[in-house]
């Protein structure tokens, strides 16, 4: 089964872990030795915003290509592209507050039977989502 991680999870991985519950660390540890680790595509847009904004730095001698990449590669991340069905999910009357990536998001997870390790609050407290926490 495919576990869908929300960016913030991503980023917390690579650069924060100490943000993460043991319960949701040990989670991803199984994820990925399992290769279960699972994201939507719209997360590489997130990505490359926060570092456009400036809320994701990066060292100099690391370009947001480079960054990606080696995210990708050390969780063994596949990624979820946004089908028709995704996109119609999260116009739907549960998605109908707050960031439009978040609701692609959850839309993959719930449109998959999915569970889904989110940081987002809105997206934890949707009955019809399984988010581990």
């Known amino acids: 089964m495919r576990i869908i991680c929300d960016s913030h999870?991503?980023?917390?991985?690579?650069?924060?872990?100490?943000?993460?519950?043991s319960h949701?660390?040990?989670?991803?540890?199984?994820?990925?030795?399992?290769?279960?680790?699972?994201?939507?595509n719209i997360s590489l847009l997130e990505l490359a915003l926060l570092h456009e904004s400036g809320r994701l730095p990066l060292p100099e001698n690391v370009s947001p290509l480079l960054y990606i990449s080696r995210l990708l590669e050390s969780l063994r991340l596949k990624m979820i592209t946004i089908t028709t069905e995704i996109t119609l999910l999260s116009r739907g009357s549960?998605?109908?507050?707050g960031d439009p990536a978040d609701h692609i998001i959850g839309a993959t997870a719930l449109h998959g039977g999915w569970p889904l390790i989110a940081t987002n609050v809105k997206l934890r407290a949707l009955p019809e989502l399984n988010c581990i926490r």
């Open 9 to 21: 999870i991503l980023l917390f991985w690579a650069n924060a872990p100490a943000r993460l519950s």
């Open 94 to 97: 549960m998605f109908q507050r």
């Open 24 to 40: 949701t660390a040990d989670t991803l540890e199984k994820g990925l030795q399992a290769g279960m680790l699972t994201s939507a």
